[in-house]
């Protein structure tokens, strides 16, 4: 385990990765620091990444309980696709925001993935403006490394004729002649400063304008539609053809909580989000959404329920059901579903270790927990009622760490007295007794050998 004292973290991302694990709460940043065993799900999606820079689309489903670590999947994805040259944006589904609906709950949802929308210069998002900003100073450093003076007469024809030929390969597309309008508007309005078209271009790309009228007069221009809750996902579809376009290698879209689908309680209305997540996933698998990948997050009823989950959708159940010869403990990850696993024992173990170098870090004065602790603490929370559904990642994660702080702010009291006393001989068991492989059966408790920990 002395690997693991090399990990060293800059202080602001290690006090929000804490502050946000101990809560519960997915971190935006330093999501690597703590993955533990979910190497081959990882792969899988970063798998669809090369497929997506390449020019291609791809849709995915995350499934996995609550606390399964489906959302700290998708947001170390989400970090993996920035660093490799991706935008990407993110959204969780809410009664406010689904895939289709009346009375803005569509749209609300595109407002949120473009106020999402990062770049690896911007992480935390909001980086629309600042994305076409650098689009502008890339063309202009390509003119000036031509050998034309910015100062010239003849710069600004030359950059407007650059930046006009990128746009107006976008009118091609649904929606594009509209975009490429605004954008040329955008572009034009810098040139002359002016901030208030600028500003009302910015609104029509993030989707805030009501009503084609309301929009024309902002803009001064006649634009034929407005981003609303019938066209959001066609303008989803654009922007993924503009981040290539931009340099970019494609739009990453990242949509979790999606089980509030599940929840809609009229059926109409959730079958009309079904359809509409049926023509998305239509799209990439079919070839019809270049640079466009697609991460969905839900749990099992969401996916299985015959009654108001996918499968109650008779062409999503045929898409994203199981195979004939799934389960026996196999596992496919090429497949359009990917279900996240129990960690195993020795996960979890290097989990909570990972955890305590981690806590230790940011807190020197804490007092040490031995790896014999660290075990005695999976073994009692094995032992918990309902552990069998209740032991997960994200259960173990609060508990440990709140064991920990409560050892740092009580120096005089030791492991023993928190935990209780462990009955003799039980220490080297761990959660084995309730870990379950893929298929869902239940796994044979495995004595831990801990000196195989490795970082």
Request: charged share 25%; proline share 4%.
């Amino acid at each position: 385990m002395t690997q693991s004292n090399e990990i060293k973290i800059p202080r602001r991302i290690l006090s929000s990765l804490l502050s946000s694990i101990s809560a519960g709460v997915v971190p935006r940043q330093g999501a690597p620091y703590i993955a533990i065993g979910r190497e081959a799900e990882t792969a899988a999606l970063l798998s669809d990444l090369e497929i997506t820079a390449e020019g291609g689309s791809s849709t995915r489903f995350i499934i996995g309980r609550y606390g399964s670590g489906k959302s700290f999947l998708m947001q170390l994805v989400r970090g993996y696709a920035l660093e490799k040259g991706f935008l990407t944006c993110d959204a969780d589904l809410s009664p406010e925001r689904r895939l289709h609906g009346s009375q803005g709950s569509g749209v609300a949802t595109y407002r949120e993935l473009i106020k999402n929308l990062a770049s690896r210069s911007s992480p935390e998002g909001g980086a629309l403006p600042k994305i076409i900003a650098a689009f502008l100073a890339s063309e202009g450093s390509k003119l000036a490394a031509e050998g034309i003076d910015p100062a010239s007469p003849e710069y600004s024809g030359m950059m407007r004729s650059r930046v006009f030929s990128v746009i107006r390969e976008l009118e091609d597309s649904v929606g594009g002649f509209d975009f490429a309008a605004v954008m040329s508007l955008y572009y034009t309005a810098g040139c002359e400063d002016d901030e208030i078209k600028k500003s009302a271009a910015m609104r029509w790309l993030r989707g805030e304008y009501s009503t084609k009228t309301e929009a024309r007069a902002a803009l001064g221009i006649p634009v034929s539609t407005i981003i609303n809750d019938d066209n959001w996902y066609d303008y989803i579809k654009l922007m993924a053809v503009f981040a290539r376009k931009l340099g970019y290698k494609g739009l990453v879209v990242f949509l979790d909580e999606c089980v509030n689908l599940y929840k809609i309680p009229n059926r109409i209305s959730r079958e009309n989000n079904y359809e509409k997540l049926l023509a998305m996933f239509n799209d990439t698998l079919g070839g019809r959404a270049p640079g466009l990948s697609l991460i969905f997050g839900g749990t099992p009823k969401f996916l299985e329920d015959t009654r108001r989950g996918l499968f109650s959708y008779e062409a999503l159940r045929s898409r994203l059901s199981d195979g004939a010869f799934a389960g026996g403990g196999y596992t496919d990850l090429i497949g359009p579903v990917i279900r996240l696993r129990t960690l195993s024992d020795d996960e979890l173990l290097a989990l909570v270790t990972r955890l305590t170098v981690l806590h230790g870090q940011y807190y020197p004065e804490a007092r040490t927990v031995t790896p014999e602790e660290m075990v005695a603490f999976l073994t009692l929370e094995s032992k918990r009622a309902g552990a069998d559904v209740m032991m997960t990642p994200r259960e173990v994660i609060r508990d440990y760490l709140n064991l920990l702080n409560i050892l740092m702010q009580n120096p005089s009291v030791s492991f023993g007295d928190i935990m209780g006393t462990l009955p003799r001989g039980e220490e080297t068991k761990t959660a084995g007794s309730v870990a379950t492989d893929v298929s869902g059966q239940s796994t044979q408790p495995r004595t831990i050998n801990i000196a195989d920990i490795d970082f």
